[in-house]
Structure formats: structure tokens, C-alpha cells
């Protein structure tokens, strides 16, 4: 069993596929009652790393409006 937590990272894929960091995604504008943009995302664990690590089990996805924090 490995006692390295989890390593979280999430990407998105460019216009070539190729997958790219999105830690700092930006969605624009969302405006409430009308239909938004569709995002995709993928979420690993230890992507590509070399030493095993633990499951990502029970996981809790949060968003928030960033311009709150600015």
C-alpha cells in the first residue's frame, strides 16, 4: 500500500489534443438562466508520476466566483 497522498492535478485538451493544465481555467461569463458554455475537464491522480499513491476516493469538486477574491 503506498503512503504518498494523493496528487491531484486537472487539464483540458487544446486544439491538437494535446492536454494542458487548466488549474487556472477561466469560464467568462456565466449568466444565470441562460445556457452557458460547455467545459470538459479531466481530473488524475499522479498523473504521470513514477511512485504509486493513494486512491482519490470521496472527493469533493468546489467552484467559486473568483472575482470575489481579486
Known amino acids: 500500500m503506498s503512503t504518498n497522498a494523493p496528487i491531484v492535478s486537472w487539464c483540458t485538451k487544446n486544439d491538437l489534443g494535446e492536454f494542458e493544465d487548466a488549474a487556472l481555467a477561466d469560464f467568462s461569463v456565466v449568466d444565470a438562466g441562460s445556457i452557458s458554455n460547455t467545459?470538459?475537464?479531466?481530473?488524475?491522480?499522479?498523473?504521470?508520476?513514477?511512485?504509486?499513491?493513494?486512491?482519490?476516493?470521496?472527493?469533493?469538486?468546489?467552484?467559486?466566483?473568483?472575482?470575489?477574491?481579486?
Open 39 to 70: 467545459y470538459t475537464y479531466y481530473l488524475w491522480n499522479n498523473r504521470e508520476g513514477s511512485e504509486d499513491t493513494y486512491d482519490m476516493l470521496q472527493c469533493r469538486i468546489t467552484l467559486f466566483n473568483g472575482a470575489l477574491y481579486q
